[in-house]
């Protein structure tokens, strides 16, 4: 029987990163289903307005107008309906404090933007084959921070 397709959300606000990420995914030829947005508020409205079809992951940059990564976060977790969505923090920020705000607040993983396209496809890779219910059983800062 073959697996549903893996519903990915990406918000950033960086038209050029979104166009590499939607690259990548596409290299990997993985079965997919990939819905951007350009900010917080964007995924937020569409996420309640799609409860019925909920992504499995969501990849969210921290800076972005409207609605940044952190605040988009907290309304996440702190809802009873979507809060078991995985969610990676995707942002070129490598600072402590956001990686420790957004562990506190509940991401599943940090990813920092990578360099290369190599480096993202493997990071993206690496992220969409993890086994989510095992990382989170055990999730801790060790295993919180991807690095690539």
Not at 17 to 31: G, P, S, T, V, Y
Not at 45 to 60: C, Q
Request: negative net charge; glycine residues 2%.
């Amino acid at each position: 029987m073959l697996q549903d397709r893996l519903r990915i959300n990406l918000t950033d606000d960086d038209v050029d990163d979104r166009l590499f990420f939607e690259e990548a995914i596409n290299d990997l030829k993985m079965n997919t289903e990939l819905t951007t947005f350009c900010h917080g508020a964007e995924l937020m409205e569409f996420l309640n307005a799609n409860l019925a079809n909920k992504p499995d992951l969501i990849f969210l940059d921290l800076n972005m107008p409207i609605m940044n990564g952190m605040e988009c976060l907290q309304q996440i977790k702190s809802s009873p309906l979507l809060k078991d969505i995985v969610v990676a923090i995707y942002s070129t920020s490598s600072s402590e404090k956001d990686i420790e705000d957004t562990f506190i607040k509940g991401a599943d993983i940090y990813l920092t933007k990578p360099s290369s396209f190599t480096e993202l496809k493997n990071a993206i890779q690496r992220v969409l084959k993890m086994n989510w219910q095992y990382h989170t059983s055990s999730l801790n800062k060790e295993n919180f921070l991807l690095r690539v």
